[in-house]
């Protein structure tokens, strides 16, 4: 069979593979699902978690940097002591 390029019908292709490759394709679309609605669901957790968590600027604003570590030492967090 080698350089055959043909399928030949009654060994390869007809409804078996049709359904095999129909069940394939809805496994992989129901896993990427599943995936979608876990990273979902913990988002939107995550998300509610720290909704509520509010802070304050403890120094002045304008001594604030933009992307420095220090920024983080001028920060508290409502709730905290």
Request: proline share 1%; hydrophobic share 45%; charged share 20%.
């Amino acid at each position: 069979m080698a350089g055959n390029t043909q399928i030949d019908p009654k060994t390869e292709g007809g409804l078996w593979s049709l359904l095999h490759g129909l069940t394939g394709y809805f496994i992989a679309v129901a896993l990427l699902l599943g995936i979608l609605g876990f990273l979902t669901v913990n988002a939107i957790i995550v998300q509610s978690e720290n909704a509520e968590n509010f802070y304050s600027v403890n120094d002045d604003l304008h001594a604030l940097k933009m992307n420095s570590l220090d920024n983080i030492k001028m920060r508290k967090i409502e709730g905290e002591k």
